[in-house]
């Protein structure tokens, strides 16, 4: 499963040398140079880990992790040449994951990167499915079947499948599903999440209007339950 890196940098050059090296390790990278930038790009997209400057135009690194942890658990490393004590605390305080000092290799990167990847999402080299009734979601393919039939769903039917997948069982509150699907400082609307979880009782479920799976927690949000 391709793991998509946000890197947020005023330094153009620099984070074009961080692209080119963590693609080549099958890394999906978008990068922005200020915060209005990227906060555009998590109005509508998910990240799985994010790379971030403190001295930015117009704010600062520790001002955008405070904001991003409101709403995302999403891992953060603080990357600055701001590297006193004082300025470490508060990148961890805030919320970040780890502080990697300027100058610092590529290949120092890439282990901090991979490091945290594991912590958080832990090893994936075998394929991720979950079946529940007569369902196949194969999480690393992105692929779905229902009676071995393959069904065709969107980008976000299956991103919020497959959200709802990794945590089975779990009631999850539509604000979070909103945030971590639809990307942490998304205004889409909620009654967007509730079409969209519509649309995908209609594809899986035998009798959507009576869904066995995909469930609706009073007050809460939407439960996929699974026999285990």
Not at 3 to 18: A, E, H, Q
Not at 39 to 60: K, Q
Not at 129 to 134: D, P
Request: net charge negative.
């Amino acid at each position: 499963m391709k793991r998509n890196i946000l890197i947020i940098d005023d330094d153009s050059d620099l984070s074009l040398i961080i692209t080119d090296m963590l693609e080549s390790y099958g890394f999906g990278v978008t990068s922005a140079e200020n915060s209005d930038e990227a906060f555009r790009l998590l109005e509508n997209s998910t990240f799985d880990l994010i790379l971030l400057d403190i001295n930015l135009p117009g704010t600062t690194g520790f001002e955008m992790c405070w904001e991003l942890r409101r709403v995302s658990t999403v891992p953060v490393i603080f990357a600055s040449a701001r590297t006193s004590e004082t300025d470490r605390i508060t990148g961890f305080d805030i919320g970040g994951d780890d502080y990697l000092p300027k100058p610092y290799s590529m290949k120092e990167l890439l282990s901090r990167v991979n490091a945290l990847i594991r912590r958080t999402y832990g090893f994936s080299s075998e394929e991720k499915i979950v079946s529940f009734g007569n369902v196949s979601v194969n999480i690393t393919s992105r692929s779905v079947t229902k009676d071995a039939d393959p069904v065709s769903l969107s980008l976000r039917e299956f991103d919020l499948l497959a959200y709802l997948c990794e945590h089975k069982n779990t009631a999850i509150p539509k604000e979070k599903l909103l945030s971590e699907v639809w990307g942490a400082f998304s205004t889409v609307e909620a009654s967007t999440l509730t079409v969209h979880i519509r649309w995908l009782r209609e594809k899986l479920e035998d009798e959507p209007a009576n869904p066995q799976y995909i469930k609706t927690i009073y007050k809460v949000g939407y439960m996929l339950e699974v026999q285990e």
